[in-house]
């Protein structure tokens, strides 16, 4: 259903610190997810994906782990930098609706100097 | 830069009025597509072109009409709009529809119906 008055979760790190930012996604049928950074005036930008045959993949300062089980997809992101204050969402695929990209409602990440 | 381009970056528009919002990617890409950001709402598609047709239309109100005239240019011309349709209004680009294509977003642009 639609979400009416949407409230943007809020992450809040020092700089230094690991960040954890969570998705919970529904459709079973979704086999390959993405996350997506955008920065103020910016459109989203590619971070890292993963294909549901996997569980956990790394990138430069940034791990994506999967958890079919529960349907749960986490972003971890190493060392957080002021630059990495950005909303970050989770996005899915599905096998039969390829082209379609099914975005999360995002969370706001704020790096504290 | 992520290759996607969108002019213009603001506009305010009456609800009488007819404008037209324009994309531009310099990727070689052949699939083309508009997404709809507003504050309520996350972030949702619109419409989706593949090799300049029209694949994709995500029960869009007929007063959103998209045009694809070649591969690199996507228009969204918008008339008599609302203004709950307020928003951010982003473009992408991928190469193909295929599951696995990345796709790059442009800026966006940012419409105020009045």
């Known amino acids: 259903g639609e979400s009416v008055g949407l409230h943007l979760p809020t992450l809040s790190v020092q700089e230094g610190d690991n960040s954890i930012i969570n998705c919970a996604y529904s459709?079973?049928?979704?086999?390959?997810f993405i996350w997506y950074k955008q920065e103020s005036g910016k459109g989203p930008q590619f971070i890292i994906d993963?294909?549901?045959?996997?569980d956990k993949r790394q990138g430069q300062r940034v791990t994506v782990l999967l958890n079919k089980t529960v349907k749960h997809l986490s972003l971890q992101i190493a060392a957080t930098q002021p630059g990495d204050s950005a909303v970050y969402f989770c996005?899915?695929?599905?096998?039969?609706?390829?082209?379609?990209?099914?975005f999360g409602p995002g969370t706001s990440l704020s790096v504290i100097p | 830069e992520t290759g996607v381009t969108q002019t213009p970056r603001h506009l305010v528009m009456g609800m009488t009025n007819k404008k037209s919002l324009k994309c531009e990617q310099h990727?070689?890409?052949?699939?083309m597509y508009w997404y709809k950001q507003s504050a309520k709402k996350p972030l949702e598609l619109m419409f989706v072109?593949?090799?300049?047709?029209?694949?994709e239309n995500n029960s869009v109100p007929s007063r959103f009409s998209p045009e694809c005239p070649n591969s690199s240019h996507l228009f969204l011309h918008l008339h008599t709009l609302q203004p709950e349709d307020s928003a951010l209004y982003l473009c992408?680009?991928?190469?193909?529809?295929?599951?696995?294509?990345?796709?790059?977003f442009g800026p966006g642009t940012r419409l105020t119906v009045l």
């Open positions: 992408a680009s991928s190469q193909g529809t295929g599951q696995y294509n990345e796709q790059f």
């Open positions: 459709n079973s049928a979704s086999d390959y």
């Open positions: 993963i294909r549901s045959n996997m």
């Open positions: 996005a899915e695929k599905t096998r039969t609706s390829y082209d379609k990209v099914i």
């Open positions: 990727l070689g890409h052949n699939a």
């Open positions: 072109y593949s090799l300049e047709e029209r694949v």
